[in-house]
C-alpha cells in the first residue's frame, strides 16, 4: 500500500506518522461529513490521497467493518464497527473528554489551563483545570465570572456580534482591576474573530496574563473556553501568542468532534 501523498505529508509535524494510518483516518474523516454514501473516485478527489491508495484503504476498512460497502452503486459509508470504537465513550461527559487536551497544553506551555462552560445566564463557570508544577495562580472549580470579561471574554463578545451600543452597555457592568479602554476591547473582540484567541494582560487582574479561545458549536456559539493563566511576570507576549495559537488549534479541534456541522449534499461522481 502506498505511504501518505505529498500534500497530506507537507500538512504533518514531523516525520514519525504512519503514512496508512493518516490516510485511513483523513478517509474517515471526510466519511463523517459526507451526506451521502461516495465512491472511490468521489473520495480519492476530496482527500486528495491516490484513487489506487483509497481503494485498498477503502477495503481494508470495509474487512474490518468501519466502513460498508453498497456493491448496487459501488459506494461507501461509515460502518457499524465504528460503534464498537466508540461505545466507551459512552457515559463521558465533555469536560471528560477534554481534560487530556488541557493536561497536554499546561504541560507544553507551563501554565495553568482552564476549561469554562459558557453558561445560560452570561457567565462562565470553571469546569476542570490541569496545573503544572511552576503555577503561581489557581481558580477553584465551579467559580464563576461574567462571560464578557476577560480573555475569554473578548472571544466571547466577537462570537455574540452584539450592536455596539448593547455591547457598550455590557462592558460597562464588567469589573475589572485594570479596566481596558472599550475601543481596545471591541478591537480585540473583532481580532479574536480572525486570530480564535486573545490576550489579556493585567485587566481582569492585575500582574495576571490570560489567553484564551472559544469552543463554538455548529451554530458558531460559544460553549466552552479554554484559558491560559499565569503570572505576568512569567510570560512574555510572544509566549502568549504562542499559545494563544496552540489554544485555538485545539479549540477547533474540540469543536469539530463535539459539535460537527451537518454537511451539505454532494454531487456523486461517477466512478
Known amino acids: ?47 486528495g490521497i491516490s484513487a489506487s491508495t483509497t481503494f485498498n484503504i477503502l477495503r481494508t476498512l470495509t474487512n474490518e467493518q468501519l466502513v460498508s460497502f453498497d456493491g448496487t452503486n459501488k459506494s461507501y459509508r461509515l ?68 462571560e464578557l470579561i476577560g480573555a475569554g471574554g473578548r472571544c466571547i463578545a466577537g462570537l455574540r456580534n452584539l450592536p455596539k451600543d448593547e455591547l457598550r452597555r455590557r462592558f460597562a457592568r464588567l469589573h475589572w482591576e485594570n479596566p481596558p479602554p472599550f ?7 473583532r481580532t479574536s474573530l480572525d486570530t480564535g484567541w486573545a490576550i489579556d ?21 460559544p460553549r466552552f473556553v479554554i484559558s491560559g493563566i499565569g503570572i505576568e511576570a512569567q510570560h512574555t507576549r510572544a509566549e502568549l501568542e504562542i499559545m494563544g495559537e496552540a489554544l485555538n488549534q485545539t479549540a477547533r479541534f474540540i469543536s469539530r468532534a463535539l459539535f460537527p456541522s451537518k454537511p451539505a449534499k454532494r454531487e456523486q461522481y461517477s466512478e
Open 1 to 47: 500500500m502506498e505511504t501518505v501523498d505529498s500534500d497530506t505529508q507537507k500538512n504533518r509535524p514531523g516525520s514519525k506518522d504512519v503514512g496508512a494510518v493518516v490516510n485511513a483516518i483523513q478517509i474517515l474523516r471526510h466519511l463523517a461529513h459526507s451526506a451521502d454514501a461516495e465512491g472511490v473516485a468521489t473520495i480519492a478527489r476530496a482527500t
Open 201 to 221: 494582560e493585567g485587566n481582569l487582574y492585575r500582574g495576571v496574563s490570560l489567553v484564551a479561545s472559544a469552543i463554538a458549536d455548529q451554530h458558531d456559539q
Open 79 to 146: 460502518g457499524l464497527g465504528l460503534s464498537e470504537l466508540a461505545v466507551s465513550f459512552i457515559g463521558y461527559s465533555y469536560t471528560d473528554l477534554i481534560q487530556p487536551e488541557l493536561e497536554r497544553l499546561s504541560l507544553n506551555h507551563r501554565i495553568l489551563v482552564v476549561l469554562w462552560q459558557v453558561t445560560g445566564d452570561n457567565h462562565i463557570m470553571a469546569m476542570s483545570r490541569a496545573i503544572p508544577n511552576s503555577a503561581h495562580v489557581d481558580v477553584r472549580l465551579n467559580s464563576r465570572l461574567p
Open 183 to 189: 475601543a481596545t476591547y471591541a478591537k480585540d473582540a
